[in-house]
Structure formats: structure tokens, C-alpha cells
């Protein structure tokens, strides 16, 4: 018998499918019929949501069609650290996802890696594009990847799911026409392009600190990886390493320090995304940025930098100046990345590319790669 679920569920995928065209995310028909026929509330039954006050809790998804049928994330695994929890998994938003398909551009036949399996919706919807023997997916979560497996094999989708670190790709299923990576990398590992088939592209979000970098789109070629970042900016959340980051710096610091003007806008990571992202070559691991707020309004009236080392920089939201202390000049290296990406004509990131050598070096060119606006990043300059 047909329960109201079965048949409300495809209602809301099929409305999901239409807004997603109509909104321009998603062109083609192939991934339209996708949407509409993957139950994405089967593959994250319950998600979590965070209230004003940070604090998670969890709910149905079967009670919130409207809401998981639509371009929202849905948060399903938190990490504790400390007394504070972070998301380590999601459903990543459908629309940010079907602009990623659309620009990977696959077609009948090929094969296709995914790093970074999550709820397996991603999995389902190429599976249902391309069948069940052209899919591979790997978490380095195993309970994660269990479940997914579970659920999508429910669902009628059976593509090859392996627990394991995605950093070094999965060799032993390559070579791969296609890679998408649904987890952020400092540096993209030069295993994936090894196990990419001629003329095979990767699409993945190269970020080397929060909000600093974008997806960018990869081709392999003889001798090297390149292409270009994407129209849109996104983010996801960093792929995980055996190795802890460096941790954050703490936002306290020493009294004092020299004020002085600044020209560079005072949030980078949201005014100028591109600056942000050079900003970070130079900028060392582990630099915090965030807010003072005023005591009394609690709106806020300046951001702020840490490093570990305990430098600091204050940028007023309302004169355009900034205080520095510390023995790294934190502020000066973002003005230094704004000052580079003006000189180059204050490029949007399409226009920048990428090119990976096999020794892993990273390098980051505006319109082309012999261009004189160009830098190495800091993982291939040690
Ligand atoms: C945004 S979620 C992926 C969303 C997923 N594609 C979906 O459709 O639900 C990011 C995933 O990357 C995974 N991940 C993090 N580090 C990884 C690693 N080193 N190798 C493989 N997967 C990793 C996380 O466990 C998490 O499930």
C-alpha cells in the first residue's frame, strides 16, 4: 500500500527539481529526473539544527518534507571539542550540489569518484545518473559510510561505497573520468590526478584556511593538473587528516599597539574573497578572525585577527583604521594581498586558475597561467 509519505516525498522532490531549474542552479533534464526521484529524507531520516543560543538539537526529517526537500544543508554528525559542538558531516545544500554535477559535466559511461560519501544523497544522484557500476564514493568515517550504504541500498541505489581516508583516492577502482571532493583540501593530492583517466577532471574546494579559497574545476593533462575556480563561491567543510590543524588562536591579546588608516575592507572573507584567499599565503596557520562587539548593543564595531604567535590586529568597522601589535603584522599581510589582487584589476574568481605539478606544487594565475599576476601557494613553497 501507498502511505501519504511515499507519495508526499516525491511531490516535494519533484518541486525541489523545478525550483532548482527555475532558480538557474540545474539545466539539464538528466539531473532534473534525479532530484525528483531521489528521497533525500530516506538518507538523512534525522539532521540537526542549531538555535540562537548555539545549542543543537535533533529532528524527523519524515516531519519536515518542505524543509529537507529544500536548499538547505542538513547537519548530521557534531564533533564535541571542548564544550562547544561542530559539525563534521551534512547533506550538503542541493542547489550548491547540482551546480557542482551541472559543472562536472558527465556523461553516459563514465565513471565517477566522490570523496566524501556523507549521507550518500550526493552518491544517489550520480547513481541514478549514471548506474550503479560507474559510482564510487569513500568517507573516511566507517559509521558514516555504513549507513549511507544501508540507506541508499533501501532506496535502490547500490554504488561502491569504501571506508577510507580520501586523500590518497581509491586506486584499486581507478582510473576515474571524473572526481568530485565534497570536503574542502589545503592542497590537491597529486593521487587524484594519478587515478584520473586522459583528459578526466576534478572539481573540488581548495581552501587554505576558512573562507579562503573556492571549488575549482581541474583537468589532467600530460604533465599537470589546471584549470579554473568557479563563477560562484562556495565552501565546505575541511576534509578530515590524521593530523590535528593548527589550533586556532585565542582571540585575547596584549594592550597596546600602533593605529593607523587602512584602504583594505575591514571583512575580507566576505568583501573580498579573492584578497582573503592570497591574504593566506602569507598569513600564518592557525590566524583566527572575528568580531568585538559592542558591550552594550552587541553589534559589532570591529574585527579582529589572532595569530598563535599573539600578534594581533583590530580593524574599525566605522573609521577605517587598524591597531597591530605583536611581532607578526597581520593586517599588513591582508593589505598586501588586497594591493596584489587590485594590481591585477580586482579579478572575480572565475577569472583566476590553478595549475598542480606533479611535485605538488600550486600555482595560482589570473586569466592565464603565464601571467605576471601569479603566486605560488604556501603548501608548495616550503
Ligand atoms: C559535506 S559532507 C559530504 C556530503 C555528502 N556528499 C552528501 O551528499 O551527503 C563532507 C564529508 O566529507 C567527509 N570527509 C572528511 N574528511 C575526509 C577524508 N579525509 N576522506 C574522505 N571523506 C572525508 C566527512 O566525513 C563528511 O561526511
New binding site residues.
Given amino acids: 500500500m501507498t502511505s501519504n509519505l511515499d507519495t508526499d516525498w516525491t511531490a516535494h522532490a519533484r518541486r525541489l527539481a523545478d525550483t532548482l531549474r527555475n532558480n538557474g542552479d540545474l539545466r539539464s533534464p538528466l539531473w532534473h529526473a534525479a532530484v525528483s526521484a531521489v528521497p533525500r529524507h530516506l ?2 531520516p534525522r539532521a540537526y539544527q542549531q538555535d540562537d543560543t548555539g545549542a543543537w538539537s535533533q529532528f524527523e526529517t519524515a516531519a519536515a518534507l518542505e524543509r529537507v526537500y529544500s536548499p538547505e ?1 542538513l547537519v ?2 557534531l564533533e564535541t571539542v571542548g564544550d562547544k559542538q561542530f559539525p ?5 545544500k542541493p542547489d550548491l ?1 547540482v551546480r557542482m554535477l551541472e559543472i562536472l559535466d558527465v556523461h553516459n559511461g563514465q565513471r565517477v569518484l ?10 544517489a544522484l550520480l547513481t541514478h545518473r549514471l548506474g550503479n557500476e560507474q559510482v564510487f ?5 566507517d559509521d ?1 559510510v555504513s549507513l ?1 550504504r544501508k540507506r541508499l541500498d533501501a532506496a535502490g541505489f547500490r554504488p561502491t561505497l569504501v571506508a ?4 590518497h583516492g581509491l586506486p584499486e577502482h581507478a582510473p576515474f573520468d571524473r572526481i568530485i571532493a ?2 574542502s583540501v589545503p592542497a590537491v593530492p597529486w593521487e587524484w590526478a594519478e587515478q584520473l583517466a586522459p583528459d578526466g577532471t576534478i572539481l573540488v574546494d581548495l581552501k587554505l584556511a576558512t573562507s579562503a579559497g573556492n571549488l575549482v574545476h581541474l583537468r589532467r593533462t600530460d604533465d599537470r593538473l589546471e584549470g579554473n575556480f568557479t563563477t560562484r563561491w562556495a565552501a ?6 590524521g593530523t590535528s590543524p593548527e589550533p586556532l588562536a585565542h582571540a585575547d591579546h596584549a594592550p597596546g599597539g600602533r593605529t593607523r588608516p587602512t584602504n583594505a575592507p575591514a571583512t575580507p572573507w566576505s568583501e573580498a574573497t579573492v584578497a582573503w584567499f592570497l591574504a593566506h599565503l602569507r598569513l600564518p596557520p592557525g590566524t583566527s578572525f572575528g568580531y568585538d562587539l559592542d558591550p552594550d548593543t552587541r553589534q559589532p564595531v570591529a574585527t579582529t585577527f589572532s595569530a598563535p604567535d599573539g600578534s594581533w590586529a583590530r580593524v574599525s568597522l566605522t573609521d577605517r583604521t587598524v591597531t597591530e601589535t605583536g611581532d607578526t603584522p597581520l593586517w599588513s599581510e591582508v593589505e598586501w594581498a588586497y594591493e596584489q589582487w587590485t594590481a591585477a584589476g580586482q579579478p572575480p574568481w572565475d577569472r583566476l586558475g590553478l595549475t598542480v605539478a606533479p611535485d605538488g606544487t600550486h600555482q595560482v594565475w589570473v586569466d592565464n597561467p603565464n601571467s605576471s599576476h601569479r603566486w605560488l601557494l604556501p603548501a608548495a613553497s616550503k
Avoid at 236 to 241: D, E, G, L
Fill in positions: 538518507l538523512v544543508t548530521t554528525a563534521i558531516s551534512s547533506s550538503t550540489m566522490e570523496i566524501g560519501t556523507g549521507t550518500g544523497y550526493n552518491a564514493s569513500v568517507d573516511v568515517d558514516l549511507a577510507v581516508d580520501g586523500v565534497t570536503c565546505f567543510m575541511a576534509m578530515r587528516t
